[in-house]
């Protein structure tokens, strides 16, 4: 008979060096000596159970300590460490892409962003402001910012790969993000600077943490980070755009801590800021060799064409205050959060053509300011939790945790009209340059939206011990919304132990996905001339006018079906496999339509010619899609008399199909407009079906060395031109990046780490720029597009 003690402590595989590592539920403990000990008894992501220091999950948990990674990672951000370390991550940057190129979307399992759920020490996460409208990654969808929290603040992040919307509410159809931070006492600070082989994208890194005691008993940890990314760019000789990282300049400021009171009661306070300035690079205009003048450009502005510059100023705010005690016989939780996401444009080294036209007609030189601000958006979101949880030894075997709880949540979201000159037809007569600023137009005052919205949830969460080797689960969630009415959720899982180094596990749920706010009511308006008539382009509001005489439904809620079966096997202390197969289906999965306008819809278009839109996309509820994959893991440790070498390997294999198109009854035959196959292909392959992450980590004396190679499978997109024109689609073969670096320890408080990512320089498959979604040979598809970067770090601890 093993023992149970045993088997419900951590385990604690390397993943990246002897630092990074994934938990694997149910199997013998296994320590790297590089781990922080207090990993050793962290409440996992997934269970709610009273005793906490059981780690004993029944579904697919990954923990990763950001403790080490911190401290010598080629990753400056957490987007970025996150994606070459968890194969069932993807987050690529984007260039060419607005918006997107400031802020870096992320996912799981080759899901939209806005399908996983991210919380801070277990608290919701607000999303972003951001709508992402282009770019190969997430379109249509909104979601979590993860550079908004300094690496240095964070001890881990937990990752959940299982369907969890009846535990945790709305999002978490593709899985769970827990981000837990820092409180642990002493000093600690980080130096860093990395470039590209091509020496640029530069980046600079300060950061510092200070964990101090507070009150009697209590401690605050302080997180304070400054991060200047450069900007990079991989045009070729010739050509005038900027291709490649945006510029960015984050300054971050985080408090996490917590202070006893009465009794056994803990009163917990998260608190954060980060302000960025980001800039990215739209796409040129020519000069007065190009058809761009009058139209675009101003030949005594830029006789020699001009690239306009995308800037926003970002600012980012959350904080979580609550008090944790016991009632009776059972643990409370009560908690408030608040989360704040604001996005403002400045458009600069443009112009807005139809200003300098009117001055040109005039008797003026042609001229117009150069910059504009042009508005933007923000959202708000405010969480009110109360969790209460018991243990019954005992009770349905050897023991029940009975967990339930609600949840009150209101949200706003608002976009802002950006100053005249941003979006005016200064000329209004159509023949000589194009409205607002180039590059990025304004947002128009029709565009401006308050909008808010409630809900309220309750939960019940059940886990079993049915037997020494046999454990249920069980989570049913109720939601009611203020918006668009109510759904019930539940969930079923279970483990059994069939040997003492065999465990299966599997689960059943259902799940859902409320429309965000973002999609409900963002509206986009710029003017065209179309025949010479002005003409509004709009990406239209759900129940506006243009929607409503589209014949466009109200937004609903995405309904999804989850299932996963898989095993554990640890043979030894030093060796352990996890395999974990997943099906999720969705149901009416939220997308951005294709533009419709005389060319594809001649009957629709003679509707809104009526309202003086010339061309209208919008939201709807119309794609069915089902995904498949495997998750599998496997680990060994081995020493050589002092020497110790650790080696990981992780995989992930999925495939998403949309296996059906239900249009409106309006757009009944026009299913290859709502969704083209370069729309389809976006969401089937915005992210490699496949990805492996394999790692060696040899420590020998004072030095480290650290190996990663990461596999990247293929993709396959779109073009603009369509299979139809006899354009063949966009193959990206698969692609491997290899990671490097040494680490030497100084002393017991200061180490020194460098080396380079990618350092074989490669790069995606070059593909026809006329057909790329960025007007480049490399699109950002599977490591991005800049090549080999080198680094260098210097940790000291005080």
Known sequence: MFKTKTLRKAVLISLYGASAVAVTPLTHAQTSAQTDPSMQSVSVIGSRRATSSATDTVVPVDVIPLSKISESGGQFDLAQTLTYISPSFNSTRQTGSDGADLVDSAALRGLGSDQTLVLVNGKRRHTTALVNLFGARNRGNTGTDMNAIPMLAIKDVQVLRDGAAAQYGSDAIAGVLDIGLKKSKGCEAVAGFSEYSRRDGKNYLASAYCGVDIGNGGVLGITGEYLDRGRSNRAEDGNPRTI????????????????????????????????????????????????????????????????????????????????????????????????YNKMIYDISNTLNASIANKDLLAGGKGISPTSFNAGGFSFEQLTTNLDFNRYFDGVMGRGLNVAFGAEYRHENYKIYAGETGSYIDADGVGIGGAAGSQGFPGFQPADQVDANRHNVAAYLDLEADLTDTVKAQGAVRYEKYSDFGSTTTGKLAGSWRVAPT???????????????????????TFTDFIGGVPTDVVLAPNNSAVTNLAGIPKLKEEKSTSFTLGSTWTPTQAVSVTADLYQIKIKDRIVLSGRFDDSNYPDLASKLATLGVGQAQFFVNSVDTKTKGLDLTASHKATFGADKLTTFLALNV?????????????????????????????IEQGAPRSKATLGFDYVHSAWETDLKLIYFGPQTLGTYSGTAAGVANQHYDAKASADLSFTYTINKNMKFTFGGNNIFNVHPTAQNPDETDNGFKYESVQFGLNGASYFGRLYVKF
């Open 244 to 339: 490649g990282d945006s510029k960015t300049k984050n300054q971050t400021l985080y408090l996490n801590g917590e202070l006893p009171t009465v009794g056994t009661g803990r009163l917990y306070l998260t608190a954060g800021a980060q302000t960025r300035d980001a800039s990215s690079g739209a796409w040129a205009r020519g000069g007065i060799d190009s058809d761009d003048i009058p139209s675009r450009n101003s030949a005594a502005m830029y006789p020699n064409g001009f690239v306009p510059f995308i800037n926003a100023t970002i600012d980012d705010r959350y904080a979580t205050i609550g008090h944790r005690n016991q009632v009776g016989e059972w643990n409370m939780d009560l908690s408030q959060t608040y989360g």
């Open 654 to 682: 999925s495939k998403t199909e949309v296996t059906g198109i239900h249009a409106p009854a309006s757009l009944k035959g026009y299913e290859d407009v709502l969704l083209s196959e370069k729309e389809r292909l976006y």
């Open 502 to 524: 065999v465990l299966l596990r599997g689960s059943a749920s259902t799940g859902f996905r409320a429309p965000s706010l973002q999609q409900m009511y963002f509206s986009s």
